[in-house]
């Protein structure tokens, strides 16, 4: 009903920047909350930003004044500004999303496919 696209990821040298974009699309009516996740081999998903439909965002520590999370409600897209990036921050990043689905009265949680990072020192 509902499709998360991810797209950005790539190589970068540390330092360096990159920026990831989510699109969804299909059967919505509303997003509320959006945000981005990471997985590095061997590790659980963890947080990186989240921002809520009034524009309010959480980031994790890790990633404070360096990534920063947006959103376009026309677009329905949110994108992840990473600059400074570290070897550390070298995973496979997740958008999530949380839709409010047509001729539903139910909220329901998607994920992206997933964008590889890669880091490189």
């Known amino acids: 009903q509902v499709q998360l696209v991810e797209s950005g990821g790539g190589l970068v040298q540390a330092g360096g920047s990159l920026r990831l974009s989510c699109a969804a699309s299909g059967s919505i009516f509303s997003i509320n909350d959006m945000g981005w996740y990471r997985q590095a081999p061997g590790k659980q998903r963890d947080l990186v930003a989240t921002?809520?439909?009034?524009?309010?965002?959480n980031y994790a520590d890790y990633v404070k004044g360096r990534f920063t999370i947006a959103r376009d409600d026309a677009k329905n897209t949110v994108s992840l500004q990473m600059n400074s990036l570290e070897p550390e921050d070298t995973a496979v990043y997740y958008c999530?999303?949380?839709?409010?689905?047509?001729?539903?009265?139910?909220?329901?949680?998607?994920w992206g496919q997933g964008t590889q990072v890669t880091v490189s020192s």
């Open positions: 921002i809520t439909s009034g524009g309010s965002t």
């Open positions: 999530k999303a949380i839709v409010g689905v047509l001729f539903s009265n139910k909220l329901y949680q998607y």
